[in-house]
């Protein structure tokens, strides 16, 4: 069952940008809180940003200022812009549905995790 699909992954220099999509089902999609993680190589899974159903944001000190996060609530769809790319950010980038309306950051909190996207900043 695949419900939630992250794209727009790929290599970038320090600095750059990318804007990573996540598209989900109706049923995984509405009404939802949804989320990013990241997760690097031999690290846990690392919270980045979350958004509810009308759009108020929440995001990881490590990323504020530099990544906005954003939905498509027609297109079934979440956003994560990433700017001001740091080599630290290099992880597989994943997109989830919180269990409930309200913002947090613990994985427990959420479900039907996708695939993941690869994210690479160089140097």
């Known amino acids: 069952q695949v419900q939630l699909v992250e794209s727009g992954g790929g290599l970038v220099q320090a600095g750059g940008s990318l804007r990573l999509s996540c598209a989900a089902s109706?049923?995984?999609?509405?009404?939802?809180?949804m989320g990013w993680f990241r997760q690097a190589p031999g690290k846990e899974r690392e919270f980045v940003a979350a958004?509810?159903?009308?759009?108020?944001?929440y995001y990881a000190d490590s990323v504020k200022g530099r990544f906005t996060i954003s939905r498509d609530n027609a297109g079934n769809t979440v956003y994560l812009q990433m700017n001001s790319l740091k080599p630290e950010d290099t992880a597989v980038y994943y997109c989830a549905r919180r269990t409930v309306p309200s913002l947090g950051s613990a994985p427990s909190e959420y479900t039907y995790w996708g695939q993941g996207t690869q994210v690479t900043v160089s140097s």
């Open positions: 958004i509810s159903w009308s759009g108020n944001t």
């Open positions: 109706r049923s995984t999609f509405s009404s939802a809180a």
